[in-house]
């Protein structure tokens, strides 16, 4: 919070060290915790400081920004700090862009066909809000607004096509 630094979300592959203390809060708090190898791509954004709780806690809001690769890790204690690199997404061609959009309307109908139950959510995805995303816009923040395994959100986190991570969405809405 400190220094503006970008605070990273990542899913992770293993646990490397369990927890030591299985006492009381307290003693939690000023132990390590169970450490994890995270997976080497992640996304990251500013970290804004919602409420901090009398025993130390905080409540954060992470704003995400970008997807990166850890590159080299450069301090691991008491948190990972790593030196990334900026994970952007392949160039796209008019006819590509095109393609996308047609994707994004069959994935836009099929959601509003499967909340046609949910209100909330159906207003949302019927907004022109959504309804005029960029294509690639679309192909991230459909994601904020379904819940899905954690390995199949990281899958979609790696790649770098608008078409492949809308493919692999639809794909998944018709089975």
């Not at 009398?54 to 970008?66: K, T």
């Not at 069959?106 to 959510?121: E, G």
């Not at 899905?148 to 899958?155: E, G, K």
Request: one cysteine or more; a negative charge.
């Amino acid at each position: 919070l400190d220094t503006g630094q970008l605070l990273a979300i990542a899913h992770t592959q293993k646990v490397v060290s369990e927890s030591r203390s299985n006492g009381s809060l307290e003693e939690a708090l000023k132990t390590n915790q169970t450490t994890y190898k995270p997976f080497p791509i992640f996304s990251a954004g500013s970290c804004e400081l919602l409420e901090e709780l009398e025993d130390g806690r905080m409540y954060l809001q992470i704003h995400m920004q970008s997807r990166f690769t850890a590159v080299k890790e450069i301090q691991a204690l008491p948190y990972s700090v790593f030196e990334c690199e900026l994970v952007e997404d392949e160039v796209l061609s008019a006819a590509d862009e095109i393609d996308l959009a047609q994707l994004q309307q069959k994935i836009l109908n099929r959601l509003l066909v499967i909340t046609a139950d949910s209100p909330d959510v159906h207003a949302i995805l019927s907004s022109s809000a959504w309804t005029a995303k960029k294509s690639i816009d679309f192909s991230f923040e459909v994601f904020t607004l379904l819940q899905f395994d954690a390995d199949v959100q990281q899958q979609i986190l790696e790649m770098t096509s608008p078409q492949a991570r809308l493919m692999y969405l639809l794909t998944l809405l018709n089975s």
